[in-house]
């Protein structure tokens, strides 16, 4: 590592809580997920919240080794089971304004050899306790932040060729790079890097394209977006009214596809890790806007669970741009973590569309935002696609096209941008 860990956790920590979370003083943080072998960053975080005014820190830790021992041990007809302690927990501090911080980090390969059905079941049994607590985030019902947290499985899984404690060093310098730690001035840097996707956001919704068409190798898609679409990204604003960045690092804008308006081919560019196994060179076809073919080279079993979660599960919910000229893309790694890797290339999600990526979508309900074109499900799960090869149009209302990206970064500039 570059720099003094303890350092690198204190700096680290103020910008989770005061750049991501923006944590407001009084209120209580809850740290709904954090690995094990993440307490020394937890405990700088807890540190930084308390003096940022918190009147309580909470945390709920994961275990991956106990994860795997169940799919090893635990009766199969126990599979359905979860505890409704957390997801009341959960619940409880988006329903009470608590700040929500997700700490991601573990082995990619956590369940790989697992029952691939299991590992369905097991990922739709927590979607579905948790999902009145992830609609309130998603609706910006209060502040929330997901970071990374390297720890020495994950490490291994990226650096495969290195001792363990230079895997772990190695991707610590990672994280620090791709979240601007490394810079002089770390919160100028995001100030700066915020403004531009604000930029490439407003410039994107003005246009109002009708659909997107994108081409690339074992790629031709034509995505339909719903009227009145709006991009996001970068900095969001809580329903109180105090802004906050969901996702550290972060470089893409997106918005809802139409859920019934999906038509022709994609190749995923990067293996998808689900539920603690790995997807590897799937590709899917569509016809109106729902998956009507997939194969995979790897974890076929896999993505069929995933796709079966539920009837929206086989649609889209979000499409993504990320320039491949972004920080995370430029490393040549891969982290086989969606958190990082969807910040290093243009990516879909299967299931859930965020309401706030339709004008007045927050206020709809549930028939109300499927009827305009927004997708319902249990899941939300990106996939990246993007490359250096991939051209994207976007196709006006009156046929008329524009390119949007060309050999995978943005065709056209946004004012102040590079300055």
């Known amino acids: ?10 700096q680290y920590a103020q910008l989770a ?10 209120q209580r943080l809850f740290i709904a997920r954090a690995p094990l072998e993440a307490a020394p960053l937890v405990r700088a975080i807890t540190t930084a919240a308390y003096q940022a005014g918190a009147k309580l820190v909470s945390t709920m830790w994961e275990d991956e080794e106990a994860t795997r021992l169940r799919f090893q041990h635990a009766p199969h007809a126990s599979f359905t089971e979860f505890p409704q302690w957390m997801a009341d927990a959960w619940l409880q501090a988006t329903k009470e304004g608590d700040a929500v911080l997700t700490i991601r980090g573990q082995d990619p390969d956590l369940l790989k050899g697992m029952d691939a059905e299991l590992v369905g079941l097991v990922q739709k049994v927590r979607w579905q306790h948790l999902r009145p607590a992830l609609d309130i985030t998603a609706n910006n019902g209060t502040n929330w932040l997901v970071i990374a947290a390297p720890v020495t499985s994950w490490a291994r899984r990226v650096f495969p060729h290195l001792p363990d404690d230079q895997a772990l060093a190695q991707l610590w310098d990672a994280v620090i790079h791709m979240c601007r730690l490394d810079q002089p001035q ?13 930029a ?23 995505i339909g977006l719903p009227s009145d679409h709006v991009w996001v990204g970068g900095a969001s604003v809580t329903q109180r009214g105090f802004s906050f960045v969901p996702n550290l690092p972060t470089e893409e804008i997106f918005t809802l596809p139409h859920k019934d308006r999906v038509e022709g081919v994609v190749s995923a560019s990067m293996p998808l890790s689900y539920g603690g196994t790995l997807i590897k060179n799937f590709k899917l076809e569509f016809s109106k806007g729902r998956v009507i073919d997939f194969s995979a080279q790897q974890g076929v079993e896999a993505l069929r669970q995933l796709l079966a979660s539920d009837e ?9 741009l990320v320039p491949h000229d972004s920080p995370i893309a430029q490393t040549g790694i891969l982290f086989f973590d969606g958190l990082i890797d969807e910040n290093a290339a243009c990516h879909l999600a299967f299931g859930s569309a965020y309401p706030l990526s339709l004008q007045e979508g927050a206020a709809m309900n549930a028939e109300a935002f499927m009827a305009a074109g927004g997708n319902k499900s249990l899941v939300h799960v990106d996939f990246m696609v993007g490359s250096q090869h991939l051209d994207i149009d976007g196709i006006s209302a009156d046929g008329s096209v524009q390119p949007i990206f060309r050999q995978g970064n943005w065709a056209f500039d946004v004012e102040g941008e590079g300055e």
Do not use: C, K
């Not at 770390?186 to 604000?198: F, G, Y």
């Open 1 to 10: 590592m570059t720099a003094d860990l303890q350092s690198v956790l204190e």
């Open 17 to 26: 809580v005061h750049v991501g979370l923006n944590l407001q003083p009084g």
């Open 186 to 198: 770390p919160t100028v840097a995001w100030e700066t890097h915020l403004a531009q996707l604000v």
């Open 200 to 222: 490439r956001r407003e410039a994107m919704t003005a246009r109002q394209f009708s659909s997107l068409h994108y081409r690339g190798p074992g790629i031709d898609l034509r």
């Open 312 to 320: 929206g599960a086989a649609r889209l919910g979000e499409v993504a």
